[in-house]
């Protein structure tokens, strides 16, 4: 009888998803996302490709095709993209004097040297045949990076666009473009996704496994043919505060007393944290930076950095991610109007600033005490 069970069970399984998911390769940051997918990021997706072999001289008689995986993005409007500051700029600047810290800038892409390629909702590489040429660069006016940890504040950047980004092939997506939230709902996102440790998917078409993992990780250099998913959790505030500090204690080599580093926590980390969750070990990895990352259902953040080693399976593996709630005048609905105007403005004059509403620094906590752009000369 022992025998007939275990025989019975043998057969059943080999109908069931168990053998299926065992033919399905378990690739390090994630799996290939299927074309019937209904998650919304999947829309408004963008991948940002680095021109090869002079094509950019081409564009105006052909498509723009593949070129070299850099970053990923969102699209927030037609002409807009938004992905993560350090995905266009060229290199940091030395050392900066800033309030008691020091920090390094951006020096940003020229936008007639430096063209890329967007592909907008496409899964599969097969299917970008269509991208199109940026025109601009631009980074959030606080975007600096930390001197030894590396890590970015307000790590948020725009890229403009030539001409109209192409719509999402994927009739099952619900959304060509970002969805807009008012700041009472970024807000409210962000207090109700961090209280719980909510779960976010990551997408991307960043390096997918590794060639070595000890004594150091070394990625595969081959982008995946198909978009890439996968889960990771939420860590609540003190739990990345405390990730984070143990970081700079790593690099310096001692401890710092409460907020006295090389930065100042609660007005610089403008990012959360997301580990490791049950028996899930996805990773982001280069070319996934600026990606969209939805928390609890709903477009909440940037793919940013990674930290850990992934040679070692247990929760030591920690990521942040860029709010989108610290970059409020680009994703709130309030300002969607004042932005596309300053941006329109911008198209045509590429040194000269805007006659039109400067672009207004928010604080979503108390966005009735929001200020100007400073009107001293920034580093």
């Known amino acids: 009888m022992k025998f007939f069970v275990i025989l019975v069970a043998l057969y059943c399984g080999s109908y069931s998803g168990g053998v299926e998911h065992h033919r399905t390769r378990r690739i390090v940051y994630g799996k290939p996302l299927p074309s019937s997918t209904a998650y919304d990021s999947t829309g408004y997706f963008v991948r940002l490709d680095a021109a ?20 990923g993005g969102a699209a927030l409007t037609p002409h807009v993209v938004q992905t993560s500051c350090h995905c266009i700029i060229d290199s940091w600047s030395g050392l900066v004097p800033w309030g008691d810290n020091v920090f390094r800038f951006p020096l940003v892409k020229n936008g007639w040297e430096d063209m890329i390629i967007l592909h907008h909702g496409h899964q599969t590489e097969e299917q970008m045949t269509d991208g199109v040429w940026s025109r601009k660069f631009l980074v959030h006016e606080e975007c600096k990076q930390a001197n030894k940890s590396k890590s970015i504040s307000h790590d948020y950047g725009w890229v403009l666009t030539r001409e109209e980004l192409k719509q999402s092939n994927n009739p099952h997506v619900k959304y060509s473009f970002a969805p807009l939230f008012t700041q009472r709902d970024l807000v409210k996102q962000y207090y109700r996704n961090m209280k719980y440790e909510a779960i976010c998917l990551f997408i991307g078409f960043g390096s997918y496994y590794l060639t070595q993992k000890r004594p150091e990780n070394v990625y595969g250099s081959e982008p995946p043919s198909i978009i890439q998913h996968g889960w990771r959790s939420l860590q609540n505030y003190w ?23 090389e930065y100042n926590y609660n007005r610089d980390a403008t990012w959360a944290c997301t580990t490791y969750f049950g028996k899930e070990r996805t990773n982001i990895a ?52 004042a932005m596309e105007a300053r941006l329109w403005q911008y198209w045509g004059t590429d040194d000269l600033p805007p006659p039109v509403l400067d672009r207004a620094t928010i604080n979503p906590f108390n966005p009735k005490g929001h200020y100007r752009t400073r009107t001293t000369k920034q580093p």
């Open 52 to 71: 090869v072999h002079l094509s950019w001289l081409y564009r105006y008689f052909v498509h723009a095709k593949l070129g070299k995986r850099l970053c």
């Open 239 to 261: 739990q990345c505060y405390s990730k984070t500090f143990e970081y700079l204690v790593y690099s310096y080599g001692r401890r710092f007393k409460g907020q006295v580093g």
């Open 286 to 337: 280069p070319g996934d930076s600026g990606g969209p990352v939805m928390c609890g259902g709903v477009y909440f953040a940037l793919v940013q950095a990674i930290h850990g080693d992934l040679g070692n399976t247990i929760n030591s593996s920690w990521e942040h991610i860029g709010l989108l709630v610290f970059s409020a005048y680009e994703n709130s609905a309030e300002y969607r109007e």
